[in-house]
């Protein structure tokens, strides 16, 4: 039961896509609906993808800026590394976490982005439908 826990995606990364006939999660609540759109709703979803953007660029600094880190770290070691004795492993061992936190840190920035690009996509759609219902109405 505990592997299909893991197994299983995020609550808020669930449904798939445009693909699948599903529209994807979107920051905020709801899209809105091209019929009836609230264009102050689709605003303030982008003005949220935008900070979204903003902030996944930023971690994605961070992210490089730690790994450069975690790699002269992990160079230091292996080129002092004298003898394999009990602080070697340690420190060995403590790098070995910082690595998988950050391939943690990795997998969370890359949900996150395919989050924000799915829900540019809604929002390119939604602006697509919406045209065309208003060229529609013109004739």
Known sequence: QQQQQQQRPPPAHRGGGEEDG????SFGGDPPTPAGADYG???A???LVQEMKGDILRRHKAL???RATYQEERRALEAGGGGRDSKYR????????VKAALNQQ???LNDDAAHVKRTEKLLKSLARQAAAA?????G
């Open 106 to 108: 990795a997998a969370s």
């Open 134 to 138: 208003r060229a529609a109405r013109r």
């Open 90 to 97: 340690a420190r060995l061992a403590f790098l070995r976490e």
């Open 64 to 66: 490089m800026d730690s």
């Open 45 to 47: 979803t982008q003005r």
């Open 22 to 25: 599903e529209a994807p999660p």
């Open 41 to 43: 709703q689709v605003e």
